[in-house]
């Protein structure tokens, strides 16, 4: 219960509850969207109080995860200055780009479309609808890199002189903006985002049904709501594939611990739940070779060749290594001015080995498991929760398209049910990304022990209970504020449609 503890569960506690926020921003957007282009494209009003309406939730829930999300940018440099004094050279630079580009767009076109209706033209308006969502995708885009390149450190080198990593040039500013890693969680994240916009605009719709009010509103709700809902369940699926891909790629510990895997091997099963396998399914997800070699928990400790052929270090070797870096980082800062050959043998010695320096730092082996039983259920919870929403969706659009609201009102309770159950499911992703990385802040190169501030766990644990408790009371009173608006309806002429 020391301070790393309570630095990384404060930092878990402000980024789930963030993460509370993001996703029905999205999926708002695009919902919201859809339905103004309806009524710009058709010419009826219906289409343009339906689109205020949940204009109207997506409003309330977008102040309040801005506020989490700067409380959450502050974090880095509170809590994890180390970390930030590391990578500042880079992590900085998506996310000043995503302030002043991003924020600034959204914050902007958002006002304009909160409050422009009988002030700017229909088609002005709808863009500005449209920019709103877009804004808020692309601020999601710049996070994503930053927190991609987390997950893979690529296009940056390590400064002795200034103990930082640096982007160098130009073509290594790209190579972090298309790192592979953050492209598939941005994909991944976003849509994800769809389906919980659409299950949320469904289930509010159901029980409007269950209520008898609205009746109309509600079934092309549910129309709109479930398209997008569904067309965001396929893209996650395609990009949780690919995200699967570059964790066998670049983080194979995460892809054993997501599947209990102690020994690896060719042909290797997916596990569906305990004592239930898919043979040979889990090599194919993860190599797109139903034979392909996937490491298990003690391949990696012990050292393994890969599917290349390449021989994989074991991680006390590269614990060795991230050692012998880090004497010769010592030894090359405290003699560069005084012995500049030995100090230039040093350095050598210290480039050599950099990308293992982050070892340098572990105690021990084993060190480099995360929390096995976390990642397993909280990814088995991710795919179960994932496809039972995917299959309310296709059930809602399939009702609402061919008018059997009336006849299968068995589906609604279980469509309200799909709300908190998007939320699990969003929150499970991110264990998965988040815990199943432990114990990297960047991964192979700053465990989170080196990464944290000088605080005091006293300190940490002041902050943390005084942010659960104004989280707490802000998630309260949107939660009032959004049951309050739902409650209350549409607009008077929507009554009796």
Same mark, same amino acid.
């Given at each position: 219960?020391?301070?790393?503890?309570?630095?990384?569960?404060?930092?878990?506690?402000?980024?789930?509850?963030?993460?509370?926020?993001?996703?029905?921003?999205?999926?708002?957007?695009?919902?919201?969207?859809?339905?103004?282009?309806?009524?710009?494209?058709?010419?009826?009003?219906?289409?343009?109080?339906?689109?205020?309406?949940?204009?109207?939730?997506?409003?309330?829930?977008?102040?309040?995860?801005?506020?989490?999300?700067?409380?959450?940018?502050?974090?880095?440099?509170?809590?994890?200055?180390?970390?930030?004094?590391?990578?500042?050279?880079?992590?900085?630079?998506?996310?000043?780009?995503?302030?002043?580009?991003?924020?600034?767009?959204?914050?902007?076109f958002f006002a304009v479309m909160f409050f422009g209706w009988n002030k700017v033209?229909?088609?002005?308006?709808?863009?500005?609808?449209?920019?709103?969502?877009?804004?808020?995708?692309?601020?999601?885009?710049?996070?994503?890199?930053?927190?991609?390149?987390?997950?893979?450190?690529?296009?940056?080198?390590?400064?002795?002189?200034?103990?930082?990593?640096?982007?160098?040039?130009?073509?290594?500013?790209?190579?972090?903006?298309?790192?592979?890693?953050?492209?598939?969680?941005?994909?991944?994240?976003?849509?994800?985002?769809?389906?919980?916009?659409?299950?949320?605009?469904?289930?509010?719709?159901?029980?409007?049904?269950?209520?008898?009010?609205?009746?109309?509103?509600?079934?092309?709700?549910?129309?709109?709501? $479930?398209?997008?809902? !569904?067309?965001?369940?396929? @893209?996650?699926?395609?990009?949780? *594939?690919?995200?699967?891909?570059? +964790? &066998?790629?670049?983080?194979?510990?995460?892809?054993?611990?997501?599947?209990?895997?102690?020994?690896?091997?060719?042909?290797?099963?997916?596990?569906?739940?305990?004592?239930?396998?898919?043979?040979?399914?889990?090599?194919?997800?993860?190599?797109?070779?139903?034979?392909?070699?996937?490491?298990?928990?003690?391949?990696?400790?012990?050292?393994?060749?890969?599917?290349?052929?390449?021989?994989?270090?074991?991680?006390?070797?590269?614990?060795?290594? $991230?050692?012998?870096? !880090?004497?010769?980082?010592? @030894?090359?800062?405290?003699?560069? *001015?005084?012995?500049?050959?030995? +100090? &230039?043998?040093?350095?050598?010695?210290?480039?050599?080995?950099?990308?293992?320096?982050?070892?340098?730092?572990?105690?021990?082996?084993?060190?480099?498991?995360?929390?096995?039983?976390?990642?397993?259920?909280?990814?088995?919870?991710?795919?179960?929760l994932g496809m039972l929403i995917a299959l309310v969706l296709l059930l809602s659009?399939?009702?609402?398209?061919?008018?059997?609201?009336?006849?299968?009102?068995?589906?609604f309770p279980i469509a309200i049910i799909c709300i908190p159950l998007a939320y699990?499911?969003?929150?499970?992703?991110?264990?998965?990304?988040?815990?199943?990385?432990?114990?990297?802040?960047?991964?192979?190169?700053?465990?989170?022990?080196?990464?944290?501030?000088?605080?005091?766990?006293?300190?940490?644990?002041?902050?943390?209970?005084?942010?659960?408790?104004?989280?707490?009371?802000?998630?309260?009173?949107?939660?009032?504020?959004?049951?309050?608006?739902?409650?209350?309806?549409?607009?008077?002429?929507?009554?009796?449609?």
């Amino acid at each position: 219960m020391d301070v790393v503890f309570w630095s990384r569960i404060q930092f878990a506690m402000t980024a789930a509850y963030h993460w509370l926020f993001v996703p029905l921003t999205l999926g708002l957007a695009m919902v919201m969207g859809v339905m103004e282009t309806l009524y710009v494209v058709k010419k009826d009003e219906f289409w343009k109080k339906t689109a205020q309406f949940w204009m109207k939730l997506f409003a309330v829930n977008f102040a309040v995860g801005i506020a989490t999300g700067i409380i959450l940018e502050f974090e880095f440099g509170t809590n994890w200055s180390n970390y930030s004094w590391f990578v500042g050279d880079m992590f900085g630079a998506p996310l000043a780009i995503e302030g002043i580009l991003a924020f600034f767009m959204e914050a902007t076109f958002f006002a304009v479309m909160f409050f422009g209706w009988n002030k700017v033209g229909k088609k002005f308006h709808l863009a500005s609808t449209w920019l709103t969502g877009i804004g808020a995708t692309i601020s999601a885009y710049w996070i994503l890199v930053a927190n991609g390149w987390m997950q893979n450190p690529v296009g940056t080198t390590f400064n002795p002189d200034t103990v930082r990593s640096e982007m160098a040039s130009v073509s290594a500013f790209w190579e972090v903006v298309s790192n592979p890693v953050a492209v598939s969680k941005f994909c991944h994240a976003v849509t994800s985002g769809w389906v919980t916009g659409g299950i949320f605009v469904v289930g509010v719709s159901a029980w409007y049904l269950l209520k008898g009010r609205h009746t109309e509103f509600a079934r092309k709700s549910i129309l709109v709501g $479930g398209l997008v809902g !569904l067309i965001g369940s396929g @893209a996650v699926m395609l990009s949780g *594939d690919s995200s699967g891909v570059h +964790a &066998a790629e670049f983080q194979p510990m995460k892809l054993a611990a997501a599947e209990g895997l102690r020994d690896g091997g060719r042909g290797a099963a997916f596990t569906i739940v305990p004592g239930i396998k898919v043979p040979k399914m889990l090599s194919f997800l993860a190599t797109h070779d139903f034979n392909g070699f996937v490491p298990g928990i003690n391949d990696i400790l012990n050292g393994y060749t890969d599917n290349d052929g390449n021989y994989i270090p074991s991680v006390a070797e590269k614990m060795a290594c $991230g050692r012998e870096a !880090l004497d010769a980082l010592a @030894a090359y800062r405290e003699l560069r *001015d005084v012995d500049p050959m030995t +100090a &230039a043998a040093a350095k050598y010695v210290l480039l050599d080995n950099a990308q293992y320096m982050g070892y340098g730092h572990l105690e021990k082996p084993e060190d480099v498991v995360p929390p096995v039983g976390i990642v397993f259920w909280a990814f088995r919870f991710m795919i179960g929760l994932g496809m039972l929403i995917a299959l309310v969706l296709l059930l809602s659009v399939i009702a609402a398209w061919k008018d059997k609201l009336a006849t299968w009102k068995w589906l609604f309770p279980i469509a309200i049910i799909c709300i908190p159950l998007a939320y699990l499911t969003g929150q499970c992703g991110w264990i998965v990304a988040e815990v199943g990385r432990q114990p990297w802040t960047i991964q192979g190169l700053l465990p989170v022990n080196v990464a944290i501030s000088s605080l005091s766990a006293a300190a940490v644990q002041t902050t943390f209970f005084i942010f659960l408790a104004v989280f707490a009371l802000f998630l309260a009173i949107e939660i009032r504020i959004m049951l309050g608006a739902i409650r209350k309806g549409p607009a008077a002429d929507l009554k009796n449609e």
